[in-house]
């Protein structure tokens, strides 16, 4: 019984790549037909360029999601790190003055990605320990998190933006042989980290056994606090990485830089079949829902659509992904 479980859930997981994968060839060609620029390799880069921040955020989602838990402050975690990183950096070289000494230059980056980093690791480590603790909803919890990094931010800033003027571009705009952006590459890189450890590291096996049944779990063996505060910690990491890419991107940082990667990083985990009761989900398919995130936005903007009709599309997609697993029992 649990081999013919096992298939039944591989060829479950196949066809949802395929359905994906139809999905977002569908959408390019429509979006080609309407304007032949869209297949140009500039886009398609571009494309993956812009995903590279959600879909480092979109895996930390999966992951957690995967296990029964969600966490809705990602965007506001994306954005206060955003906010410290700009900061770090504007203090150590002490801009906006022009001319920087060579000292400062060196050191700036590592000390302001290394504090961003530890940043990372707290906030994900006060998410998942109160979660843990209160034995309260995780969505609950963490909307109220969201709104608290939030206040941070604002408070740490005091709304004020904090232009880096092109001192720290390397990691969002720098591209190798001139030709490929890193950020795609540390995008591909989590996405195949993201796979093996769900696929063949134990962890992952704990993540899925906590998300399909959490007592069952318990009982045979599993520290399930520890495995969900330890994905919680990894969110907070990988949102560190996403802050990173893109105030490197953007070259400056507000309060609000990151507050839309929520809302975009379930709606990518949703359509790419990640179960919202958790035990369900791949890799694979969570970087095929960043794509097809990331090819709307795009399609509508190479089409001339409005750009608030995005939300609109984004919104009916969750309800629809939400609505079609209950009824087809994946969301049992």
């Not at 979660?131 to 408070?155: C, D, E, M, P, Q």
């Amino acid at each position: 019984m649990e081999k013919k479980a096992i298939v039944g859930k591989r060829k479950t997981s196949i066809s949802q790549s395929l359905a994906l994968v139809i999905m977002i060839a569908a959408l390019a060609i429509i979006a080609t037909i309407v304007n032949p620029k869209f297949l140009r390799i500039t886009n398609i880069i571009n494309i993956f360029q812009q995903i590279s921040v959600l879909g480092i955020v979109a895996c930390g989602v999966g992951m957690l999601l995967v296990s029964g838990h969600i966490d809705i402050s990602v965007g506001s975690q994306v954005s206060l790190m955003g906010v410290v990183i700009a900061m770090v950096i504007q203090k150590v070289l002490g801009l906006p003055e022009g001319n920087v000494e060579p000292w400062r230059q060196a050191l700036a980056y590592p000390i302001a990605i290394i504090i961003t980093f530890g940043v990372g690791f707290l906030l994900g480590l006060v998410t998942g320990i109160v979660v843990v603790k209160s034995r309260a909803n995780s969505f609950i919890i963490t909307l109220g998190f969201l709104t608290v990094y939030h206040g941070i931010a604002l408070l740490v800033s005091g709304g004020a933006s904090y232009m880096l003027f092109g001192r720290f571009e390397l990691l969002g705009r720098g591209r190798i042989f001139g030709v490929i952006p890193i950020s795609i590459l540390f995008l591909l890189g989590i996405v195949a980290v993201t796979y093996i450890v769900l696929k063949f590291f134990r962890y992952g096996r704990f993540l899925y056994a906590i998300g399909g049944n959490r007592k069952a779990a318990f009982v045979s063996g599993i520290n399930t606090d520890r495995t969900t505060i330890t994905g919680y910690i990894i969110v907070g990491l990988l949102n560190a990485l996403a802050a990173v890419i893109l105030i490197s991107r953007v070259g400056s940082a507000l309060a609000t830089t990151g507050d839309s990667y929520a809302l975009d990083a379930l709606a990518s985990v949703i359509v790419g079949g990640v179960a919202i009761t958790g035990g369900k989900g791949t890799a694979i398919n969570i970087f095929l829902g960043v794509v097809l995130i990331g090819l709307i936005g795009n399609a509508l903007i190479i089409m001339n659509v409005n750009p608030y009709v995005r939300d609109v599309v984004i919104g009916a997609i969750i309800i629809g992904a939400v609505t079609i697993s209950q009824y087809t029992g994946e969301g049992d």
